[in-house]
């Protein structure tokens, strides 16, 4: 029995498929962990949400896939270049989005040692704070009001963590953590318009991971959203969005046994270079 955990897919259910037969992937034994992402963008979002539904696959939510809950309930929040309607006007989409709304913003194994998430972490924060923190907002997910926090998810607003954020406020800043954060500054404030590779960001910025005070270093982290990024595995952490919707890659990460990395190029769904909405829901 082999565990994979596997990069960005949004909505590229070909390429999917394509990489688990590269890995041989076997469903009566084999475990699937993904790192969020799961729609949007590319073709085939419906395909790729029952696929990972039906085998029951660990997934963690990612900021495409807080963006079609959104917009499921919000119309309003829906943009021209979203893939979501097949999604939307499905005969399943009751139930789909049902599933969707129960994912965790974290995934912790302690068989492996490995902590799965979207995006990334704050310094401030380590293993117990980061799920306490999504805790809080998988509550409102799953509870009787979640369409009211639609209404305030969008934003970069607050900057900085503090124990003294609450309400939306403090439901925001974890929401952009775990599913857009790259960079931050030594004191932890987001810098969460920055897109771009190492070395593009402004000065007194740098990824999340490479701050040695942050509470998480003792962690081994599984992460997506990056594709800019690219391969990354050091300081602790291994990047898995390797820009598949993009013309890159799709990336398989082994985490039951010796790490080993697979990876499937691709045609990519949009146009390589275009990166100007990745980060955003």
Known sequence: ??????????????????????????????RLWFA?????????????????????????LG?????????????????????????????????????????PLLHHDPDSGYTLIHAGLPPQWDLDKARACAREVEAV?????YS??????????PVQWSEDLDGNARLRYIVNCFTRLRYCDAQGRL?????????????????WFAWPQRRSRDMN??????STLGRYDGDGVHALDTGCLWGGRLTAFRVDAT?????????????PGSHDNRSRP
């Open 63 to 103: 900021n495409h896939d807080l963006h079609l809950l959104a917009s499921a309930c919000r119309p309003q929040h829906r943009k021209r270049k979203d893939t979501l309607d097949q999604v939307l006007a499905a005969p399943d989409a009751d139930e789909l989005l049902d599933w969707l709304h129960r994912r």
């Open 141 to 145: 997910l799953r509870g009787p009001d």
């Open 148 to 157: 009211r926090f639609f209404d305030d998810m969008y934003g970069d607003d």
């Open 36 to 60: 969020g992402d799961l729609v949007n963008r590319g073709p085939k979002s419906l395909e790729v949400l029952r696929f990972v539904r039906d085998i029951g696959a660990v997934t963690v």
């Open 191 to 207: 810098a969460l318009q920055e897109k771009g590779p190492p070395g593009s960001q402004p000065p007194g910025f740098r990824p």
């Open 1 to 30: 029995m082999a565990t994979w955990a596997i990069g960005d897919v949004q909505g590229c259910y070909d390429e999917l498929r394509g990489l688990l037969d590269r890995i041989g992937f076997d469903p009566a034994g084999d």
């Open 259 to 271: 790490p080993r990395r697979v990876e499937l190029d691709c045609p990519g769904a949009r146009k």
């Open 221 to 226: 982290i599984l992460f997506g959203h990056w």
